[in-house]
């Protein structure tokens, strides 16, 4: 059975910085692309980063000045690095996973909250 889980969301203020992790379970890991969207209340699912099997990552526009997404085969885990957190930037952050050859994100952890507020 495929777990993701992640850790890390908290409160910060803003201008602050988080660093976000997932770890998976259940999952030939290093096989896997990985992914961090975001969903802020009232919005839609938004996406954030992915980072494949290979290590070559992707980060959202608006956001990568600012975010990392980095993975750790060893230990099964992606990390998302936030840096100068904006009010905007409040969020559940969400872990997914799928293998490189199918389209849509297959798994999905259960988020972690991130509130960027003075």
């Known amino acids: 059975q495929v777990q993701l889980v992640e850790s890390g969301g908290g409160s910060v203020q803003p201008g602050g910085s988080l660093r976000l992790s997932c770890l998976a379970s259940g999952l030939a890991f290093s096989t896997y692309s990985m992914a961090w969207f975001r969903q802020a209340p009232g919005m839609e699912r938004q996406f954030v980063a992915v980072i494949g099997s290979g290590g070559r990552s992707y980060v959202a526009e608006y956001v990568e000045d600012r975010f990392t997404i980095t993975r750790d085969n060893a230990k099964n885990t992606v990390h998302l690095e936030m840096h100068s957190l904006r009010p905007a930037d409040t969020a559940v952050y969400y872990c997914?996973?799928?293998?490189?050859?199918?389209?849509?994100?297959?798994?999905w952890g259960p988020g972690t909250q991130v509130t960027v507020s003075s």
């Open positions: 997914a996973a799928k293998q490189p050859t199918v389209r849509d994100f297959e798994y």
